[in-house]
């Protein structure tokens, strides 16, 4: 079969249509975002892109709301126990004690963000939001082929679970101004190769645009 034969959505607009989309929220949590948090606090990162990009994603998730475009939320837990020996290294090597997202605590809560009832939430241990969850499985139900996503951090956790999706055939996009770094080369560098290899790159505006209000 040639890839004429596909019958593939060859633009940008055909891949936003509502009715193929599912809006992906990565990590907007305290630990992450919020100035005392983990990223903050322990690893001494600039946490300004989550006030930043809080506002946007509010926005993207009124407008997928009212398009019916369903929205999944990805939700870290990296307490010590749980988390696998190639992160822990990492931590063990720094002489870090703290402990990022573990839930019960207030780095674990939403910021700036909230979650509907029935909206499902996706909680992972490791920078994927395929490994070792039910990712796959909510994808399924939903029935959409196209993901777009913000959150933080871009380079590290967004861009882990996106070269995921499009490895297992998800149309990808990722919303410039609604992702969002501690390190603002790390973030460019991550939207240049999406935009080369990975999907494609749109900011907030177009994809609002693309999302009328359902009738």
């Known amino acids: 079969m040639s890839l004429a034969d596909r019958k593939l959505?060859?633009?940008?607009?055909?891949?936003?249509?509502?009715?193929?989309?599912?809006?992906?929220?990565?990590?907007?949590?305290?630990?992450?975002?919020?100035?005392?948090?983990?990223?903050?606090?322990t690893m001494g990162k600039d946490v300004s892109a989550g006030a930043e990009i809080a506002p946007r994603i509010n926005a993207l998730l009124d407008r997928a709301r009212a398009a019916g475009?369903?929205?999944?939320?990805?939700?870290?837990?990296?307490?010590?126990?749980?988390?696998?020996?190639?992160?822990?290294v990492k931590l063990a090597a720094r002489g870090i004690q703290a402990e990022c997202c573990k839930p019960g605590t207030w780095g674990h809560e939403w910021y700036g963000v909230q979650p509907l009832d029935g909206e499902p939430v996706v909680t992972k241990h490791s920078?994927?939001?395929?490994?070792?969850t039910d990712m796959q499985d909510v994808l399924k139900k939903l029935?959409?082929?196209?993901?777009?996503?913000?959150?933080?951090q871009t380079q590290v956790c967004v861009e882990s679970t996106l070269r995921d999706a499009h490895a297992?055939?998800?149309?990808c996009v990722a919303v410039q101004d609604a992702?969002?770094?501690?390190?603002?080369a790390l973030h460019q560098a991550?939207?240049?190769?999406?935009?080369?290899?990975?999907?494609?790159?749109?900011?907030?505006?177009?994809?609002?645009?693309?999302?009328?209000?359902a009738r």
């Not at 475009?69 to 822990?88: N, T």
């Not at 297992?168 to 149309?171: L, R």
């Open 179 to 184: 992702v969002g770094s501690h390190t603002p």
């Open 127 to 132: 920078y994927s939001g395929f490994t070792g």
């Open 9 to 41: 959505p060859l633009t940008p607009a055909e891949r936003l249509q509502p009715q193929n989309c599912a809006l992906m929220v990565v990590d907007m949590q305290n630990d992450f975002c919020a100035p005392g948090g983990f990223i903050d606090k």
């Open 143 to 152: 029935g959409r082929k196209t993901i777009v996503f913000t959150g933080v």
């Open 168 to 171: 297992h055939g998800y149309y």
């Open 190 to 213: 991550t939207l240049d190769n999406v935009k080369f290899l990975f999907g494609d790159v749109a900011p907030a505006s177009d994809v609002l645009a693309a999302w009328p209000a």
């Open 69 to 88: 475009v369903p929205v999944v939320w990805l939700r870290a837990d990296y307490s010590h126990d749980i988390i696998p020996d190639s992160m822990a």
